[in-house]
Each structure stands twice: as C-alpha cells, then as structure tokens.
C-alpha cells in the first residue's frame, strides 16, 4: 500500500526558518515524483512544485519559485518543503503528492501539515 | 498559467438525485484532467484520472467526461457520504492548477 506519512503540526513566528518532510513507503520512492500542494483556510488548493527523487529534477509553480525550496533524499524515501523566512502569509495547511509523472495524476496524497506562523 | 473555472460553486442536492460538475479551462489541456473529492479535514482523494479513467476503489456511480476545454464531472444516484468539495486539476503543462471547488451539500 502506497502511504505518504508527513510531520507534525508547526508553530512558528515571522521570519523564522522551517523545513516540513514526507516520508514515503510501499512503492518505489525514488521513480515517482512527489509534489507540494497548499491550501489555505477555506480555500482550493494551490500546487505548489514537484520533484523527482531519483536525480532531483525540481519545477516550481511561478508564484511559489524563490519563496520555497523542494529537496528530497532517496536513501530514506522522504522527501521536504522548507522556508528561510516564515510570513503570516505562509499559514496554511500543505499537502505532499504522489505524482505518477511531471504531467501526471496525483494518486496518493499525505496527510497534510499545519503550519501556523503567528507572532 | 491555466485557468479552471468550475460550476457550480455550490450546489444542495437530495440523495438519489443525478449531480454534475462542470470544469472549463483556460486554454486545452487535452485529457490531462483530473478529479477529486475533499471531505472535511480529510486529504482530498483521486476519482477519475485523464477526464474519464475511473481509480481503482472508487465507487462506479462517479464518472467523467470531455476533452480539451471542457469536462464533467457526474455522480450518479447520490450517496449522504458524496457530501464534499470536488475539484478539478490540470497537468497538462506547467504550472499544474485546480479549480476553485465545488462544494455538494446533501439535504
């Protein structure tokens, strides 16, 4: 069974610095690409950025390029989402994806982590 | 940037009753559309991939339909437990989009 297990809920405050993981099993993790989604309260979702573990091959969506940073670690199935600097704009619950291509379906998704940024 | 602009936003509908879920794109996006459902406080969950391949689990009164600009996305003989958002999204090209929603309120 494909599981995508993601870390736990996040408080932080402005500027501050955050990485976010996804940990995945039951498939092999290094030939599908894993993607980021967000969705902020009561809203749809936003996609986010996709990468291919097996050579990290990395596309951003414009509106998220230099603002986050996509990596991934084959050797431990996992993959992550980090910010440098947190904005209150930042709040918003994120989503990792299992896409069975760079133009692909998303056929597994994560659990979702909260990430709150508050002063 | 493809656009997906879904129809409607909301809709209240009684069980048994025929629902369908429109999506329009921006520009084509050929078959590279897919469908999926979000209950609340729940990951969303892949119905139809590539407009009308139904995923494996998904009950057979969900299906899809279209190419290029406009899709469909129908539920036959709704089910209490269909209550949730749909959303539409294209990976037709870079970067991939979702609609904005459309939420089905059970009566």
């Known amino acids: 069974e494909v599981q995508l297990v993601q870390s736990g809920a996040e408080v932080k405050k402005p500027g501050e610095s955050l990485k976010i993981s996804c940990q995945g099993s039951?498939?092999?993790?290094?030939?599908?690409?894993i993607g980021w989604v967000r969705q902020m309260p009561g809203e749809g979702p936003e996609w986010m950025g996709i990468?291919?573990?097996?050579?990290?091959?990395?596309r951003y969506s414009p509106s998220f390029q230099g603002q986050v940073t996509i990596s991934a670690d084959k050797s431990i199935s996992t993959a992550y989402l980090s910010w440098s600097s947190l904005k209150a704009s930042d709040t918003a619950m994120y989503y990792c994806?299992?896409?069975?291509?760079?133009?692909?379906?998303?056929?597994?998704w994560g659990q979702g982590t909260l990430v709150t940024v508050s002063s | 940037e493809i656009v997906l602009t879904q129809s409607p936003d909301f809709q209240s509908v009684t069980p048994k009753e025929k629902v369908t879920i429109t999506c329009r794109a921006s520009?084509?996006?050929?078959?590279?559309l897919h469908w999926y459902q979000q209950k609340p406080d729940q990951s969303p969950k892949l119905l139809i991939k590539?407009?009308?391949q139904s995923f494996s689990g998904v009950p057979s009164r969900f299906s899809g339909s279209g190419s290029g600009t406009d899709f469909t996305l129908t539920i036959n003989s709704l089910e209490a437990e269909d209550a949730a958002t749909y959303y539409c999204?294209?990976?037709?090209?870079?970067?991939?989009?979702f609609g904005q929603g459309t939420k089905l309120e059970i009566k």
């Open positions: 039951g498939y092999s993790f290094a030939n599908y690409w």
């Open positions: 590539y407009a009308s």
């Open positions: 999204h294209q990976s037709s090209s870079l970067p991939h989009t």
């Open positions: 520009q084509s996006v050929g078959s590279s």
């Open positions: 994806a299992r896409q069975t291509g760079a133009s692909g379906t998303i056929d597994s």
């Open positions: 990468i291919y573990p097996g050579d990290s091959d990395t």
